[in-house]
Every structure is written in structure tokens, then in C-alpha cells.
């Protein structure tokens, strides 16, 4: 099995991870199991490669010592893409969202950016060790820097696929199997630029995917939409979330054309020399 594992990790990642992140949804008592791609992400890893398999994942999760500046991109680019995907929508004859916890309940914003950032609720805590931590280094050894994070960032996005069908979910208030195929694109993007903070940050997992995956989720929820923590999802508005998903894709092809598709990887060989 280890042996067999070790040929083939990233496709026993992918399954494994829908095995058990779907299970609750083919079964009929629940949509998602969020923790599912870093439990795959230790099994494949740990039966693959035992102690060595696991550690790069830990320190790839524990790479804090990095450049402040990377921290405050992560936190106030996700920030701006949003405030640009407003503009765009007004401008096109959209109205804006009443940015109600930013005029009225600025304490509400680190509230918020705590609930998503609590490792026993935080979507980006749970996912992100499987996905970045684990899963990106394997696809950009295995496919390069740019096919390896369209494939992952593909998948990062089509997991969730049944969180579309439930009816109390932020998916499904973006608009539902409706919205599914551009969140699928946003997702895409965003991983495009969590692939060069993470190669800009020496693999800073911690970084470039939990933290960055929080405040793309608190912005997203803050500056989209008219939500208040703790009542009933409103409905959203699915024009300016498709215009938000042109806004990450612009932003990610930027850097892949300024990168040359590299996203900020090094080749071994230029690391030799």
C-alpha cells in the first residue's frame, strides 16, 4: 500500500479526499466534511513516506519568518479585489452592499476574522493543510508551478460541490449549482496567487494558504454582501459576486504573465547554480 501510495499521492489525495469529505452528503446526513483534505493529506502522506512524509507538511504549516510586508498583502489584497469588484458593479449600474460592519460595527471585523480563524471552525484551517500544505508542493514537482495550480485550484474549488445544495450555506446563497461553475474560477484564481505568495514566502503554508484563505473569506463576506454574523444568510448578490470572480482571475493572470507562468518558482537548476 505505501508503495502504491508513493507512485501515485496526489491522486489518492484527490480520492480520499472525496471519499471522506463527501461521505456525509452520499449518506444523507450532512453536506461536507471540511477537515477532509488534511486527513487525506496525513494518511497518503504517512503511509507513503512515515515520519518524513509528515514533517515537511508540519513545517510547511509552521513557516511564520516571513517578509511583515507578505502578511499584510495576505491580509489587504483580498480587501481590495472585493472593493474593485464594487466599483466595477456599480459603475456597470449595480447597487453596492450597505458595508453595514464597516460603518456602523468596525468591532464586528476582528470578530469576524477570529470565527474564521479558530482552527475548530476556521474552513481555511481545515482545509489548508491539505491543500497547500501538503498538495501544492507535490503538483508543482509533479506538473510545474502554473498546470500544477490549475489542476489543484480546479479541484480546491469542485470539492465542495454539495455545500451548493444546501440550503443554509454561503454557496448556496451565491446563487447555488448556479453560481458553481464561476466559485469553481474564483477559486482558481485565488490559488494562482496563493501559489506565488507560497513560493515567495520559501513554502509558508501558514501564510500563503491558512491566513490568506481567512481574510479572502472575512472580506468576502464583509465587503459582498449584507450578512450579519449570527442571523440568517440574506441573498446575495450573484452579478457582483461573477463580476468578483473577473476581478481574482485579472489579478491572477497579472502575476502569471509578470512571472512568465513560473509564479515565483525557482528551477532546481537555477537553485544549483
Not at 152 to 161: E, N, S, V
Request: aromatic share 16%; glycine share 10%.
Amino acid at each position: 500500500m505505501g508503495r502504491l501510495l508513493s507512485r501515485y499521492p496526489l491522486w489518492a489525495f484527490f480520492v480520499l479526499t472525496l471519499v471522506i469529505g463527501w461521505f456525509p452528503w452520499y449518506t444523507g446526513y450532512g453536506s461536507v466534511f471540511l477537515p477532509a483534505p488534511t486527513v487525506a493529506a496525513f494518511v497518503v502522506a504517512g503511509l507513503a513516506g512515515g515520519k518524513r512524509g509528515v514533517l515537511p507538511i508540519l513545517q510547511r504549516m509552521a513557516r511564520w519568518r516571513v517578509n511583515v510586508g507578505w502578511y499584510a498583502f495576505v491580509l489587504f489584497v483580498p480587501a481590495g479585489i472585493c472593493l474593485l469588484a464594487v466599483g466595477a458593479h456599480v459603475l456597470l449600474g449595480g447597487a453596492p452592499p450597505s458595508f453595514s460592519m464597516l460603518i456602523n460595527d468596525q468591532h464586528r471585523i476582528v470578530l469576524v476574522f477570529i470565527a474564521f480563524s479558530l482552527p475548530w471552525q476556521s474552513s481555511a484551517f481545515m482545509e489548508e493543510i491539505g491543500f497547500r500544505g501538503y498538495a501544492l508542493a507535490l503538483h508543482q514537482k509533479e506538473w510545474g508551478p502554473l498546470v500544477g495550480t490549475l489542476i489543484l485550484g480546479t479541484f480546491f474549488g469542485a470539492w465542495l460541490l454539495p455545500e451548493f445544495t444546501r440550503p443554509d450555506s454561503v454557496q448556496h446563497a451565491m446563487g447555488g449549482l448556479r453560481f458553481y461553475p464561476w466559485f469553481v474560477l474564483t477559486e482558481i484564481g485565488w490559488s494562482l496567487i496563493m501559489t506565488w505568495v507560497y513560493n515567495r514566502t520559501a513554502g509558508s503554508a501558514l501564510v500563503s494558504g491558512y491566513l490568506f484563505h481567512v481574510a479572502f473569506n472575512a472580506w468576502t463576506l464583509m465587503l459582498l454582501t449584507d450578512a450579519v454574523p449570527g442571523e440568517s444568510l440574506p441573498p446575495f448578490d450573484g452579478t457582483l459576486f461573477i463580476i468578483n470572480t473577473f476581478v481574482v482571475l485579472v489579478f491572477a493572470l497579472v502575476i502569471v504573465l509578470r512571472t512568465g507562468g513560473r509564479l515565483a518558482r525557482i528551477s532546481p537548476r537555477a537553485q544549483a547554480t
